[in-house]
């Protein structure tokens, strides 16, 4: 993996100079998809970032979309995104020789991202700021978005993909005795953030709330419960264990900021929906060697599948609790 990374890191300096002609550079953060680096120029610092095209097909469509939902929501509340920058040639996107499509942000100073969220205050703040964003979305003027990636949160599709490539017999049993999750939340209902896992949050620094959502790429139209379930499975599990304590505070501060009439079904089904969908997407990316999530060894991603999967029982295990948080928290905000 170290290699790949001094690889990309030269290909980051020549796509930096697109922006600034000497500047400092050094990987950041743990994404899965897309390359991302820490530039420094003089005094201030920014945040480099090269598309992913095997996953993003059309950079230039993300591009565009992403730009469209930082404008709305900037007009709105300021920093809530962070700020795209042109580069020399006025251009939010450059592409090098090679084709690989690479852009800029403004580096959000003074905030910190969390893998894992530790109090009841910061679990609430997740859950209210991906409820907000939906919010601020609701009247994003233009033409509907295209899906940034082909088939993007539909289950059926994933499920079709994966049969395709014959996975063991027992993943078969596991999958198909779940199989009708893939009726639901077929409708698109708004804007969504896409991808509300508790590192595309940034925190103040050394505070419980949160300062801006990032990772924008995959805001989309689709079912505004496909965010909802996949921050619950972002963030509710301890040690592949749903939590009822920490779905709680998540339902609390989803439900207390959404514009969304919710359901009892819909806020205990979305998190198992999203929970074997990734767990499918893993399992297909492992069968197919590795194409979609990086891996630092061969077998990641089918760890990561397996972990997804046994998250999924506990959530059946605990359907009793989650549907009384549920109602409770619904009658709460009603």
Known sequence: MADGVQTVSQEARQASSAWFSRCEISPLGEGFINDTFRVQNRDRRYVLQRINASVFPNPRLVMSQ??????HITTKISGWVPALVRNRAGEFLH???????????DYVEGTETHQFLASVAALRSAAQSFARFQNLLIDLPGPRFKDPIPDFGRLECYLEDLGELRPEESWVRFIGQRKSLSELFRERTGY?????????LLYYSGRDNVAAVVDLDTVMYGHWAWDFGDLVRSAAGEAETISLDRYERLLEGFL??????ATVDELVLSPRYMTLMLGVRQLADHLRGDRYFKVDAAGDNLRRAEAQFRLLESMEHSE????ALARKTL???S
């Open 66 to 71: 992403t730009h469209r939902v930082v404008d």
């Open 256 to 261: 207390g900021e959404t514009n969304v009439v």
């Open 320 to 323: 009793v609790g989650m549907r």
């Open 192 to 200: 969504i953030h896409g991808d509300c896992k508790v590192n595309n």
């Open 95 to 105: 592409e090098d020789a090679e084709g690989e499509a690479w852009r800029m942000w």
């Open 331 to 333: 009658d709460a905000n």
